[in-house]
């Protein structure tokens, strides 16, 4: 699935340099899945968080969660990155925050928050060397689900080195210390924003993350025969003044 159908404007921010030459797809087909899971794997090892394996791939029981869409980001062709983007609702609660974090998630669940649930946040060493922006432009679907969604909170499970990043562009605070992550050899803290209040800032502090409704359409909306949500609980949260068609 390719989102940039439409013409975009350059950004002058980081991540603009590489953003017409990006693109975003959902992970589909054996091939691609079998490319992800090697990046996984190659990703994992190179930042000591697994060790080494024979399969040399890494997967996990939730990517095939029917809240979750995992995307692979492409540039110029090549799959550089990945990020796997869970909808989590009162009805469903599919995720591996929801298995950490139980705890501090069913709650707001419970109250009827939509949470976006970013996971599996992973870049090829080599080409994370080449494009320094490719964080902003991974994290960016996030953001762009929150959108699509009508998100009370948005998500990240991140580790210590990593908080600095989520604080300064998603606002987020950490809202329960580190927690052991299934097979991975370092703990993961769980960080939050109250996507409402902080959506404004985000955008005027990262123009990048402005999005389209026909991009958000093309990364998230699901034919009638592999639905996730029924239309009504995919709010409108059109401000036309402040997400224009980039």
């Not at 980081?14 to 693109?23: I, Q, S, Y």
């Not at 909808?87 to 469903?92: I, M, R």
């Not at 123009?207 to 996730?228: D, H, N, T």
Request: glycine share 4%; proline share 8%.
């Amino acid at each position: 699935m390719k989102a940039g159908a439409e013409p975009r404007k350059p950004l002058f921010v980081r991540g603009a340099g590489l953003f017409d030459r990006v693109d975003y797809r959902v992970i589909e087909t054996p091939e691609e899945r079998d490319a992800l899971y090697l990046m996984r794997y190659r990703a994992y090892l190179h930042g000591g968080l697994i060790l080494p394996s024979e399969s040399q791939r890494v997967s996990d029981r939730y990517d095939d969660a029917p809240n979750a869409w995992t995307f692979g980001i492409y540039v110029d062709g090549e799959l550089c990155s990945s990020l796997r983007v869970h909808v989590l609702t009162q009805e469903s609660r599919t995720s591996y925050a929801t298995e950490l974090f139980g705890d501090v998630l069913h709650p707001r669940l419970d109250r009827g928050e939509v949470i976006i649930d970013p996971a599996r946040f992973v870049a090829d060493p080599e080409k994370a060397q080449r494009f320094p922006e490719l964080p902003y432009l991974t994290v960016r679907l996030a953001y762009l689900a929150c959108e699509y969604f009508n998100a009370d909170t948005g998500l990240a499970q991140v580790r210590g080195e990593h908080q600095a990043f989520y604080r300064r562009v998603f606002l987020q605070e950490t809202i329960a210390e580190p927690r052991s992550f299934p097979n991975v050899l370092k703990k993961v803290a769980l960080m939050a924003c109250d996507f409402p209040a902080v959506r404004e800032r985000v955008l005027t502090r990262f123009p990048i993350m402005r999005s389209s409704a026909f991009e958000r359409r093309m990364l998230f909306e699901r034919p009638a025969k592999r639905p996730f949500f029924p239309s009504a609980v995919v709010r409108s949260f059109e401000r036309p003044s402040i997400v224009p068609n980039v």
